[in-house]
């Protein structure tokens, strides 16, 4: 038997726990199927309280052992890439007594993880001992198989909820490989590739993207505001306009963070037009046929006083006002003081000495009026 040791002691990574270890594992069999079409399986005996899940054809080398070993840095459609994760994962589980086996089939070894005192580093490590002389009793269907004892239903429960795939019955709308999800219990949740991310505060719906649409940091955890944005938006755009379009207006009424960029991502949707007729005829029909659009009390100053301004989220508006029908006239252009005094000074210089004009126009250009 042979024994590696990993420079890892138990305390690191204080705050994962079940669910972020399992995240890791299901991770790796993920992106194993999606990236070279290698069938993965799970499966839980709530009577043993034993959790298995592998691949039909993976196989571990103990080179995948050292720390920042990957096979998938430079693959951006894959979740892991900075060689962590499941050695972690090991590490985890082990800390909170879940006995690990790795049945390595496709090298002919069995791996299990555990903990020891080492003389080297005066210090407990993890270590992960390779029976490489296993008699196997029955030859398995599969070379890569992860079992995990000591796994009780309510650890089943959390950990289907953070992993998409797991669960049972959920409503979302599909878009390309991307879902936006609208079960309540999925509410301003992230997933990707399936796995839980983050919660999002100020979303109505959650969101199962693909990882190279997202820049993830280290632990999976968070995403760049703006990418998540800029993504959510891109999606509300291109949705069935004729089927969701009281979703769409919901979240531009509410101002949500979800569509905060759809204007601009508008610019390059086969359903723009649509989108944005129907958000004009909600408005028209909510507020009046003499309603106009404006997002402040400044834009007030700017609208016919003829009609009624209808003061709406920044986005509504441009949406609503890109509309064919939107007539923009009603918006009156708007000048500054420095420019309406000049255009006086044009109109009735006739009328005025030339030394006053002349000290006017020495007050117009220093002004900092806008």
């Known amino acids: 038997m042979a024994r590696y040791e990993l420079s890892l002691t138990p305390d690191y990574v204080p705050d994962w726990g079940i669910v972020e270890a399992f995240r890791e594992l299901f991770q790796n069999a993920v992106d194993q199927s999606s990236s070279e079409g290698n069938e993965m399986f799970w499966n839980y005996n709530s009577l043993d309280k034993v959790f298995t899940l592998g691949n039909k054809s993976s196989v571990l080398t103990t080179t995948s052992l050292l720390l920042g070993s990957s096979t998938k840095t430079e693959d951006e459609s894959l979740i892991g890439k900075y060689g962590e994760g499941y050695k972690i994962a090991l590490l985890v589980l082990t800390r909170l007594n879940k006995n690990v086996t790795i049945y390595n089939y496709g090298a002919r070894e069995v791996w299990r993880p555990k903990f020891i005192n080492s003389k080297r580093y005066q210090s407990k490590l993890l270590v992960v001992d390779v029976d490489r002389k296993h008699i196997w009793s029955k030859v398995p269907d599969n070379n890569l198989r992860i079992q995990i004892e000591n796994v009780s239903s309510s650890d089943v429960v959390k950990i289907k909820e953070s992993i998409l795939f797991l669960q049972e019955n959920y409503e979302s709308i599909q878009s390309g490989d991307c879902e936006i999800l609208t079960d309540e219990r999925h509410r301003g949740k992230l997933f990707v590739n399936g796995l839980y991310v983050s919660s999002m505060e100020g979303f109505k719906y959650g969101y199962n993207l693909p990882p ?80 106009v659009p404006i997002s402040s009390e400044e834009d007030k100053k700017r609208v016919d006083k003829m009609r009624n301004a209808v003061i709406v989220s920044e986005v509504f508006k441009n949406v609503v006002t890109g509309s064919s029908r939107f007539d923009s006239q009603v918006y009156i252009p708007t000048k500054s003081l420095k420019e309406q005094v000049s255009d006086w000074l044009l109109k009735h210089e006739a009328f005025i000495p030339v030394e006053a004009i002349e000290e006017l126009n020495k007050i117009i250009e220093s002004s900092e009026e806008y």
């Not at 601009?264 to 037009?273: A, E, G, I, Y």
């Open 212 to 291: 190279d649409l997202l820049d993830l940091d280290r632990d999976r955890k968070t995403v760049r505001e703006f990418d998540l944005t800029w993504e959510t938006s891109r999606l509300w755009s291109e949705v069935d306009a004729t089927k969701h379009s009281s979703k769409i207006i919901e979240l531009l009424v509410e101002n949500s963070r979800e569509v905060q960029y759809i204007s601009h991502r508008l610019t390059s949707s086969k359903n723009s037009d649509e989108i944005k007729e129907r958000a004009f005829d909600f408005f028209i029909e909510k507020y009046g046929p003499n309603s």
